[in-house]
T-cell receptor
Framework: AQKVTQAQTEISVVEKEDVTLDCVYE???????LFWYKQPPSGELVFLIR??????QNEISGRYSWNFQKSTSSFNFTITASQVVDSAVYFC??????????????FGKGTKLSVIP | SQTIHQWPATLVQPVGSPLSLECTVE??????LYWYRQAAGRGLQLLFY??????ISSEVPQNLSASRPQDRQFILSSKKLLLSDSGFYLC?????????????FGPGTRLTVL
């Protein structure tokens, strides 16, 4: 069974601070994919990034960066110089390649980030 | 470009009434389609997914059903709503098959059952 744990339920930071959202996953699949989604107050989930299990290179996109470490089964997300518009619930998700049910995204419970001006 | 629509955006229904939520996708063919429910605790639960017309897989036994009458149309239904059916319902699509394709979500329907 697959599992995604986002231990941080809520985080508050002051604008311009850096913040890291943690994600730890469990899977028996040798090939799998990790995702991050953002859910602003409007409710729609916005896709941010996909990473496959064979690519451990960290990725940076503007103020966003992702740190994938297979050794610790973690896929953490860092926002640099946070802004009020970053306030949202962020979900980490996992998809495996084990055949039946492989279309599923297993989501963590989400981390609510509040950026205070 | 692809877009995904859901309606209605908000719905308030009495217990025991029927339900029909609709989702349509534009700009792609033969997408995989998904229905999720997000309860007050924020977690997302996969309810149904479909890889083609008339093909529905149910992930969780419940009071709901899904149908896919056309390639890019996905409908979530119930004959009699329960209080526990309240929540935020999200439709999503992805390309092709397999585990690596990202899912793109619609704007959601907020359902309140009274």
């Amino acid at each position: 069974a697959q599992k995604v744990t986002q231990a941080q339920t809520e985080i508050s930071v002051v604008e311009k601070e850096d913040v890291t959202l943690d994600c730890v996953y469990e899977t028996r699949d040798t090939t799998y994919y990790l995702f991050w989604y953002k859910q602003p107050p409007s409710g729609e989930l916005v896709f941010l990034i996909r990473r496959n299990s064979f690519d451990e290179q960290n990725e940076i996109s503007g103020r966003y960066s992702w740190n994938f470490q297979k050794s610790t089964s973690s896929f953490n997300f860092t926002i640099t110089a946070s802004q009020v518009v970053d306030s949202a619930v962020y979900f980490c998700a996992l998809s495996g390649n084990s055949g039946a049910g492989s279309y599923q995204l297993t989501f963590g419970k989400g981390t609510k980030l509040s950026v205070i001006p | 470009s692809q877009t995904i629509h859901q309606w209605p955006a908000t719905l308030v229904q009495p217990v025991g009434s029927p339900l029909s939520l609709e989702c349509t996708v534009e700009g792609t063919s033969n997408p995989n389609l998904y229905w999720y429910r997000q309860a007050a605790g924020r977690g997302l639960q996969l309810l149904f997914y479909s890889v083609g017309i008339g093909q529905i897989s149910s992930e969780v036994p419940q009071n709901l059903s899904a149908s896919r009458p056309q390639d890019r149309q996905f409908i979530l239904s119930s004959k009699k709503l329960l209080l526990s059916d309240s929540g935020f319902y999200l439709c999503a699509w992805s390309r092709g098959t397999g585990a690596g394709n990202e899912q793109f979500f619609g704007p959601g329907t907020r359902l309140t059952v009274l």
